[in-house]
């Protein structure tokens, strides 16, 4: 594995980062090997393969990877390439198969990823290849919280409880809010993004600042006002949690919600369970955006998007959102969160133009000498953050904060420089 010192790149203390870290190639393949290949990474929702046999087709990194539920119901995941010659097993992106049979010679694995058929095997192998050992790599662990599935290939990495840590429970307050949790639907959207995959990743993570600026024409189209319905001016702080992970939050009486009378009138009416599932925090706080690190981001203001920036090279990404929903909701709330999905956070999506406008500028000019030669700026707010017992994590004093960006970007050095599930413990 590659561990060249990444210290150097960033200064969280003083809140600093080198532009070179999104177009650097040698530092993109160091990112494949210490978090791409350690971290735990968002797999698919469970609702996306509800039955026997159900696959989805995923990428963990650069890495492809076949998620199945195997015909006992088990959920796997498998790296989809040919223990044979190498192809890509699986090409179809979902779908349902009790078995999948590579195009180039047939070898055939089972949806536990068990190699159950090899042509010839008699006349050309003598009978003497032990299939037993011949299976799909399966990756090292696989689980899931609240209908979330996740993967890692790391055997020593710790269970995804602990990785997720405190930010379970503001999971929770995207995915878990009633009874049953939330699904999928409507298909997914899967685009490309000439930029580096941080930046996305650290925008939901904690960039409050840009909404009111980037969005401007956005917000005055009146699907959103992208401050808060109730109130323009809404309170929250930015969460910056263990593992790098973050969450920006509204007050608690501040919605995210679009100006959409069935969105609205089912929100208002759901909120005591919503609150009573929620506990006492959900008094402090209202979670409306926030980054699993590295790469699974979700909102909750004028969409119900969750999506996973895939990275693609240092300066491309692909984007691949499923817009998700109570699974109580009714048929007309349903069809409403479908249309803002794509109103606001898609492809052609009012909000997503804007910031892949931006994230690929901001990567595109790392290519020159002098540009990725430059120091950001990353630190907003700094010194005016501090650790809250009642959330669970360091909260910025002001909404506009730069403090999940150096929450996120100090666990990424530790991580580029290799350092163990131990020593990241409690950081
Ligand atoms: S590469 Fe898969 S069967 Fe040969
Ligand atoms: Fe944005």
Not at 148 to 174: E, H, I, M, Q, R
Not at 210 to 222: G, P, Q
Request: proline share 6%; hydrophobic share 35%; net charge negative.
């Amino acid at each position: 594995m590659t561990t060249a010192d990444a210290s150097h790149l960033i200064d969280a203390d003083k809140g600093f980062i080198d532009h070179a870290v999104f177009i650097d190639a040698a530092i993109y393949q160091q990112e494949l090997e210490q978090i791409f290949a350690r971290c735990w990474l968002f797999l698919c929702h469970e609702s996306s393969i509800p039955n026997p046999g159900d696959f989805f087709s995923t990428y963990m990194g650069e890495d492809p990877v076949l998620v199945t539920r195997d015909m006992n119901g088990k959920v796997g995941a498998f790296l989809n390439v040919c223990r044979h010659r190498g192809n890509r097993v699986c090409r179809a992106d979902a779908g349902n198969a009790s078995a999948f049979v590579c195009a180039y010679h047939g070898w055939t694995y089972g949806s536990d990823g068990k190699l159950i058929a090899v042509p010839s095997l008699k006349e050309a192998y003598y009978d003497e290849l032990d299939t037993s050992k011949w299976g799909l790599v399966p990756v090292a662990q696989v689980d899931s919280y609240k209908g979330l599935v996740f993967g890692t290939f790391d055997p020593n990495a710790p269970s995804l409880s602990d990785y997720l840590g405190g930010a379970k429970w503001y999971l929770d307050n995207f995915f878990d809010r009633r009874e049953g949790g939330v699904e999928v639907f409507g298909g997914m959207h899967k685009w490309v993004v000439p930029c580096n995959w941080k930046f996305p990743a650290e925008n939901f993570a904690g960039d409050n600042y840009h909404v009111a600026w980037s969005h401007l024409s956005a917000i005055r189209t009146n699907f959103s006002t992208g401050s808060g319905v109730k109130n323009p001016n809404p309170k929250g702080p930015n969460v910056g949690l263990e593992n790098g992970h973050c969450m920006l939050t509204f007050g608690p009486d501040d919605s995210a919600d679009p100006p959409v009378g069935p969105i609205l009138d089912y929100e208002e009416s759901i909120r005591p369970e919503v609150e009573e599932r929620l506990g006492p925090r959900r008094s402090l706080v209202n979670p409306i955006v926030g980054t699993i690190f590295p790469n699974f981001s979700f909102l909750r203001t004028t969409s119900r998007s969750m999506r996973v920036w895939q990275p693609r090279g240092p300066d491309k990404i692909e984007i691949w959102a499923w817009t998700y929903v109570d699974k109580a909701a009714p048929p007309e709330v349903r069809e409403e969160i479908r249309k803002g999905g794509i109103y606001g956070f898609s492809p052609s999506g009012s909000f997503e133009q804007d910031d892949m406008d931006n994230w690929q500028e901001c990567t595109q000019t790392a290519q020159g000498v002098m540009g990725r030669s430059l120091r950001l700026h990353m630190g907003m707010g700094l010194g005016h953050e501090g650790y809250s017992e009642e959330l669970g994590g360091f909260e910025s004093h002001f909404r506009n904060s730069e403090s999940n960006h150096r929450n996120f970007y100090r666990h990424w050095a530790r991580m580029m420089n290799g350092a163990s599930w131990g020593e990241l413990q409690g950081c």
